[in-house]
Structure formats: structure tokens, C-alpha cells
């Protein structure tokens, strides 16, 4: 049957390339002028990015909260090179992260150009949509699990065309999915799948296809390509015990916690393919453990849609779009499985690939749709248009919607907090004898105490934590606490009040991120449902101690609740903006 792709109108192909180039300008803009301070993950990110070339140079991946590291550093070797050029600057991250999903984004739609205007056209609507869903920031944000959402889509137009034999896509299957798994586990079975198809595609070509020796010569650059993305985690797994690769495996096979089960696994897959997408929207219903709200059975458009389509491709004999329509639905179900193996509160981080799946699902359908309307005489001259129209009214949306930074901050109220502890630190610490052992911290404590760690490296002073901390800053950066020479901690809670009293700590600096009318209301929410009778004479420590554990029976209490209190849901935005935190330093060697 014919298959009609009419020309784009030229006027419409100027009108996207002046749109993306005050897009892409208004962005950048945005971002070299911006105060962008790495907290937390991010100042993480830029110390391991900041390692590669030299003794310490990563061959294993972001850190994982379960004491393992995502699979590979090809995340910290592409961030490198942007990252120096950038004068080793936090916006050299940010510019890092932009090159990398616009190469990605840019190799997605050469691939699609390759299989016909058409193709083109619809891929790249679909990829302006996923950056609508993204704002345009979330292009910069080099957070590993942001990373997924335009790598695993660019994994599945790949694997769709390397069926077709196209050595390109099959390049970018193995490239792009490589890429995908080493940033987040969590996207590991939905990209092995399309990884696997692509593979099984090429091997029956190789043996019984038309033109088996460019299909053999695909396979072995393919596989080359694979081979050099995996040898540094291969390399960790051989030289270390039990090796990071064993760490996952132990990890997905024994799960500490209890996995969000099939049902629960279904329930999320079919939020994502109902309407409006979670994806387009850019957000997730989240509960108040900032867990995806599982509750109810949402209607799963998508799938639906999906069903005729694949069945109207199966009718009418257009292999491309059915097997467009085969790898969506097989990505429905891997992708419901492998929501089913998150182990613990499933946090929508942990589920951002799921965008993509959503997308390609809603691609399937679209490009099935497209090319019956082509064939009808309206369609024959304006089909391809009518996509080009669309993309410039998603694009001019994503203008109007603007360039949004605050996500990239993690905490407004935290990233005031460090910039207000740090510098009485770091002017501190330089008296003090080096190495330096910084002591443990978990929440706004530890990230403070991150912040400082990485201001003293930039400036030559020695500052360390325990080796317990090597898998998440590199060796290099810890010290067993008895082989340091001086101590410096950062303390919240009880554990700042028993420090005040000690004599073998001066204080150095003390911060309350919230005004005085915020830490009397937050007092009174203790005092009441914390509050307790304690005999005369009692310690401050000892009393804040008391209070932590019975606001910790009523914070299970809370998060168990249907809906929870008005009261609970105050207490938890004061103390995400963060508790008070003292800085200490030891008068002496660590004890």
C-alpha cells in the first residue's frame, strides 16, 4: 500500500529551529547566571566527576542509599570533560548535563530521520513533550535518576530500528542502554529487554537475512561498543571482594525491606498510561512519605489505545508500526515488574524511566494513527505538518512555562543553611592540625558537613570521614578516626546539646533555619505530642532524647493514618526546612 510522506512546510521547519534556538539560548542564560549551589547528591556528583583522569578515577557508579553503587561511572566520565572546560565550577555540571541530553536527544532524532520524515516528525514531538514533563531545567539537572527518562525513550526508538537492521540505532541501543543502567539500576530490566530484542533482531538477520554481512559487521561493533562501556565495572568486580556487580545482585535477590509487590507494580504503570500523563505533567500524586500514591486502579488510556492500534497495524500488514506496537507492550509488562522489585516507599525518583515508557506507548499509537490519516487526501498533504504544528504549540507552552531553577536546589531552606555554616567552619578548621575527621551526619547535618568537606579540598585542607564513607566519596576522602589529628562535627538534636556540655569541643558556630516564629510553632507541635513529665534537674539532652522517641511512635502512627493531621503535616514542613545545627571543633586529638 502506499505510503506517502509529503515534504515539511519550510515555514513551520523555521519556526521550530527559531523556537529551540530561544529556548536552548533563554536556558543557558539561566544557567552561567545563576548561584546554583551543589548540595547533598549534587556536591557528591561534582567530588567523584572531579576524580575521573586522575589515581581515584570512579569505575563503579553513583552511590545507592542500600550501601552498593549504581552499576557503572559512564555518567561521571561524560560530565568530566564539559565539567573542566567549565573551570571545575558547580555550572559546569549543569552545562555537563544539558550537552549530554542533547546528544542524546539529537542522536534519537538521526536515528528517526533514518526511517522516514514521518518518523521524524513524530519523535520529535514526542521528545518535546518529555522535555515539557521535564522543564527545561530538569535538560540540565545532572541528578543520576533524571538522566533515565531521555535515555531509556532513546533505548527504545533504537531498539525498534535495529530490528530493521540499522547499524546507527544499533550503536545507540547498546550506547544509550549502557548509559541508563550504569546511572540507575532501577531502569536495568525494561533497557536489558530492549536491549535483548535488538540483539535476538540482529543474530536473525546475521544468520538469515538479505545482506547478512552488513548485519554480522552491525553485531560485532555493536558488541565492541558494549564490551568498552562495561570493562570498569567489570574491572571493579574482578579486583574487588565482593565487588560492587555481586553488591546488586545480593541486593535484588535478598531485598532488606519488602518489595512494592506485582499488584501495586500494575496499579503504577497504569498511572503513568492514564490521562492526563504523569509525564507530561512533570509530577506524581505522592503521599506524605513523598512515596507515588498507589491507591485505586487508574484507567490505562494508553494500553488501551495501544490495543486497537496494534491491532489496526496487524489489519492493514505495517511491520514498522506493529513492531513499534509489540516493544511498547512488552515494555508495559517489564515495566510493571520491575515497579513490582522496588524495595521500600516506591519515591517517584526511583520511577522517572517510567516517562519514557508512557511516551514510546503514546508514539506507538500516534504513528499508527498518522499513517492512516495519510492515506486519506487531507492527509496526504498535511500529516506530517499537522505533527510539525503541535510540536511548535508544546514548544511555545514549554516558553510561556519557563525556565524553573528550584528543583535543582533540592532545599531553598537548606542550601541557606549551608552557605550560612560553611564559611565560620572552613574559617575554623584552618587552625586546626590535619588530617581532619569529620564526624557522621545524615540529614541537613550531613550535607553541611559535605558542603565543608569539599571547601576544604578546593583549598588544600585535609578534611576526611570514616571509611564507611568510601563507597560514596572514594577512598581517598576517608580516615580511620584514631589516624586523625583533629575533629570537627556538625550536630542536630540531642546529639548538639550533650556536645555543648562536653569541655573537649569548642563551638563554633550555631544556626536555626527557621525564623523565631517558626521555631516557636514548631516547639508548641513538639511540646504537644511530644511533651512529657521529667523529674527535676533532667538534661536538655536527656529531654530531647525522650522527645525524639515519642515523636517517632507519632510519626508512625501519622504515616500509617489514611489522612494524616493538619498538626503532622505542619510539623513535617518545618522540619524538612531543616532542624538547628551546631558546628564543633575537638581541642585535641579525636578520643
Given at each position: 500500500?502506499?505510503?506517502?510522506?509529503?515534504p515539511?512546510?519550510?515555514?513551520?521547519?523555521?519556526?521550530?529551529?527559531?523556537?529551540?534556538?530561544?529556548?536552548?539560548?533563554?536556558?543557558?542564560?539561566?544557567?552561567?547566571?545563576?548561584?546554583?549551589?551543589?548540595?547533598?547528591?549534587?556536591?557528591?556528583?561534582q567530588?567523584?566527576?572531579?576524580?575521573?583522569?586522575?589515581?581515584?578515577?570512579?569505575?563503579?557508579?553513583?552511590?545507592?542509599?542500600?550501601?552498593?553503587?549504581?552499576?557503572?561511572?559512564?555518567?561521571?566520565?561524560?560530565?568530566?570533560?564539559?565539567?573542566?572546560?567549565?573551570?571545575?565550577?558547580?555550572?559546569?555540571?549543569?552545562?555537563?548535563?544539558?550537552?549530554?541530553?542533547?546528544?542524546?536527544?539529537?542522536?534519537?532524532?538521526?536515528?528517526?530521520?533514518?526511517?522516514?520524515?514521518?518518523?521524524?516528525?513524530?519523535?520529535?514531538?514526542?521528545i518535546?513533550?518529555?522535555?515539557?514533563?521535564?522543564n527545561?531545567?530538569?535538560?540540565?539537572?545532572?541528578?543520576?535518576?533524571?538522566?533515565?527518562?531521555?535515555?531509556?525513550?532513546?533505548?527504545?526508538?533504537?531498539?525498534?530500528?535495529?530490528?530493521?537492521?540499522?547499524?546507527?540505532?544499533?550503536?545507540?541501543?547498546?550506547?544509550?542502554?549502557?548509559?541508563?543502567?550504569?546511572?540507575?539500576?532501577?531502569?536495568?530490566?525494561?533497557?536489558?529487554?530492549?536491549?535483548g530484542?535488538?540483539?535476538?533482531?540482529?543474530?536473525?538477520?546475521?544468520?538469515?537475512?538479505?545482506?547478512?554481512?552488513?548485519?554480522?559487521?552491525?553485531?560485532?561493533?555493536?558488541?565492541?561498543?558494549?564490551?568498552?562501556?562495561?570493562?570498569?565495572?567489570?574491572?571493579?568486580?574482578?579486583?574487588?571482594?565482593?565487588?560492587?556487580?555481586?553488591?546488586?545482585?545480593?541486593?535484588?535477590?535478598?531485598?532488606?525491606?519488602?518489595?512494592?509487590?506485582?499488584?501495586?507494580?500494575?496499579r503504577?504503570?497504569?498511572?503513568?498510561?492514564?490521562?492526563?500523563?504523569?509525564?507530561?505533567?512533570?509530577?506524581e500524586?505522592?503521599?506524605?512519605?513523598?512515596?507515588?500514591?498507589?491507591?485505586?486502579?487508574?484507567?490505562?488510556?494508553?494500553?488501551?489505545?495501544?490495543?486497537v492500534?496494534?491491532?489496526?497495524?496487524?489489519?492493514?500488514?505495517?511491520?514498522?508500526?506493529?513492531?513499534?506496537?509489540?516493544?511498547?507492550?512488552?515494555l508495559?509488562?517489564?515495566?510493571?515488574?520491575?515497579?513490582?522489585?522496588?524495595?521500600?516507599?516506591?519515591?517517584?525518583?526511583?520511577?522517572?524511566?517510567?516517562?519514557?515508557?508512557?511516551?514510546?506507548?503514546?508514539?506507538?499509537?500516534?504513528?499508527?494513527?498518522?499513517?492512516?490519516?495519510?492515506?486519506?487526501?487531507?492527509?496526504?498533504?498535511?500529516?506530517?505538518?499537522?505533527?510539525?504544528?503541535a510540536?511548535?504549540?508544546?514548544?511555545?507552552?514549554?516558553?510561556?512555562?519557563g525556565?524553573?531553577?528550584?528543583?535543582?536546589?533540592?532545599?531553598?531552606?537548606?542550601?541557606?543553611?549551608?552557605?550560612?555554616?560553611?564559611?565560620?567552619?572552613?574559617?575554623?578548621?584552618?587552625?586546626?592540625?590535619?588530617?581532619?575527621y569529620?564526624?557522621?551526619?545524615?540529614?541537613?547535618?550531613?550535607?553541611?558537613?559535605?558542603?565543608?568537606?569539599?571547601?576544604?579540598?578546593?583549598?588544600?585542607?585535609?578534611?576526611?570521614?570514616?571509611?564507611?564513607?568510601?563507597?560514596?566519596?572514594?577512598?581517598?576522602?576517608?580516615?580511620?578516626?584514631?589516624?586523625?589529628?583533629?575533629?570537627?562535627?556538625?550536630?542536630?538534636?540531642?546529639?548538639?546539646?550533650?556536645?555543648?556540655?562536653?569541655?573537649?569541643?569548642?563551638?563554633?558556630?550555631?544556626?536555626?533555619?527557621?525564623?523565631?516564629d517558626?521555631?516557636?510553632?514548631?516547639?508548641?507541635?513538639?511540646?504537644?505530642?511530644?511533651?512529657?513529665?521529667?523529674?527535676?534537674?533532667?538534661?536538655?539532652?536527656?529531654?530531647?532524647?525522650?522527645?525524639?522517641?515519642?515523636?517517632?511512635?507519632?510519626?508512625?502512627?501519622?504515616?500509617?493514618?489514611?489522612?494524616?493531621?493538619?498538626?503532622?503535616?505542619?510539623?513535617?514542613?518545618?522540619?524538612?526546612?531543616?532542624?538547628?545545627?551546631?558546628?564543633?571543633?575537638?581541642?585535641?586529638?579525636?578520643?
Amino acid at each position: 500500500m502506499e505510503d506517502p510522506q509529503p515534504p515539511v512546510d519550510r515555514r513551520l521547519v523555521y519556526a521550530v529551529v527559531a523556537l529551540l534556538v530561544i529556548a536552548l539560548g533563554w536556558l543557558l542564560y539561566r544557567l552561567v547566571t545563576s548561584d546554583w549551589l551543589p548540595i547533598g547528591d549534587y556536591r557528591t556528583l561534582q567530588l567523584r566527576v572531579a576524580d575521573v583522569g586522575g589515581s581515584e578515577t570512579p569505575i563503579i557508579g553513583v552511590y545507592s542509599r542500600y550501601q552498593w553503587n549504581h552499576p557503572g561511572p559512564m555518567l561521571f566520565y561524560a560530565l568530566a570533560l564539559p565539567y573542566r572546560l567549565g573551570g571545575s565550577s558547580p555550572i559546569g555540571l549543569l552545562i555537563g548535563a544539558l550537552l549530554i541530553n542533547l546528544g542524546v536527544i539529537a542522536t534519537t532524532l538521526w536515528i528517526a530521520a533514518r526511517a522516514g520524515r514521518r518518523t521524524f516528525v513524530l519523535v520529535g514531538f514526542f521528545i518535546a513533550l518529555l522535555c515539557f514533563g521535564m522543564n527545561p531545567a530538569g535538560l540540565a539537572d545532572p541528578w543520576n535518576p533524571e538522566f533515565v527518562i531521555l535515555a531509556v525513550f532513546a533505548t527504545a526508538i533504537a531498539s525498534w530500528r535495529t530490528i530493521f537492521g540499522d547499524r546507527v540505532a544499533a550503536v545507540a541501543l547498546v550506547l544509550f542502554g549502557s548509559f541508563a543502567i550504569q546511572c540507575h539500576i532501577g531502569s536495568a530490566l525494561p533497557v536489558a529487554m530492549l536491549v535483548g530484542i535488538g540483539a535476538v533482531a540482529l543474530l536473525a538477520r546475521s544468520v538469515r537475512g538479505t545482506n547478512r554481512s552488513h548485519d554480522r559487521r552491525t553485531s560485532l561493533i555493536a558488541l565492541g561498543v558494549a564490551i568498552v562501556c562495561w570493562i570498569p565495572p567489570i574491572v571493579e568486580q574482578l579486583t574487588h571482594s565482593p565487588g560492587n556487580l555481586r553488591l546488586i545482585y545480593g541486593f535484588l535477590r535478598n531485598p532488606p525491606l519488602a518489595t512494592t509487590g506485582f499488584a501495586t507494580g500494575v496499579r503504577i504503570m497504569f498511572r503513568f498510561l492514564s490521562i492526563p500523563g504523569n509525564w507530561v505533567q512533570g509530577t506524581e500524586p505522592t503521599l506524605i512519605n513523598s512515596a507515588i500514591n498507589t491507591s485505586g486502579w487508574a484507567i490505562p488510556w494508553a494500553l488501551l489505545a495501544l490495543c486497537v492500534a496494534a491491532w489496526w497495524a496487524w489489519r492493514k500488514n505495517w511491520r514498522n508500526e506493529l513492531s513499534l506496537c509489540a516493544i511498547a507492550a512488552a515494555l508495559i509488562v517489564v515495566g510493571a515488574i520491575a515497579a513490582s522489585r522496588i524495595v521500600g516507599a516506591p519515591s517517584p525518583y526511583l520511577l522517572r524511566w517510567m516517562w519514557a515508557i508512557a511516551a514510546f506507548t503514546w508514539l506507538a499509537v500516534a504513528a499508527v494513527a498518522l499513517r492512516q490519516i495519510a492515506l486519506t487526501k487531507f492527509g496526504r498533504q498535511h500529516a506530517t505538518n499537522l505533527v510539525v504544528v503541535a510540536t511548535i504549540f508544546v514548544l511555545i507552552l514549554t516558553l510561556i512555562r519557563g525556565v524553573n531553577l528550584t528543583p535543582l536546589r533540592l532545599s531553598t531552606s537548606w542550601t541557606r543553611a549551608i552557605a550560612a555554616l560553611t564559611p565560620p567552619a572552613l574559617a575554623a578548621i584552618k587552625e586546626l592540625p590535619g588530617p581532619i575527621y569529620l564526624g557522621d551526619g545524615y540529614g541537613l547535618d550531613g550535607s553541611a558537613g559535605l558542603d565543608l568537606l569539599a571547601r576544604a579540598e578546593e583549598t588544600g585542607i585535609d578534611v576526611r570521614r570514616s571509611p564507611s564513607w568510601a563507597y560514596i566519596y572514594g577512598d581517598k576522602r576517608t580516615i580511620e578516626r584514631s589516624q586523625a589529628a583533629s575533629e570537627v562535627l556538625f550536630l542536630t538534636e540531642s546529639a548538639r546539646l550533650e556536645t555543648e556540655a562536653d569541655p573537649y569541643y569548642r563551638e563554633i558556630f550555631t544556626y536555626d533555619p527557621l525564623t523565631p516564629d517558626q521555631r516557636a510553632e514548631f516547639d508548641a507541635l513538639v511540646a504537644k505530642y511530644a511533651g512529657f513529665d521529667h523529674p527535676e534537674g533532667m538534661s536538655p539532652a536527656a529531654i530531647a532524647r525522650g522527645q525524639e522517641q515519642l515523636l517517632e511512635q507519632w510519626v508512625k502512627t501519622e504515616l500509617a493514618a489514611k489522612s494524616p493531621s493538619a498538626d503532622f503535616k505542619r510539623y513535617m514542613k518545618l522540619l524538612l526546612d531543616g532542624p538547628v545545627v551546631s558546628v564543633f571543633a575537638s581541642n585535641g586529638p579525636p578520643r
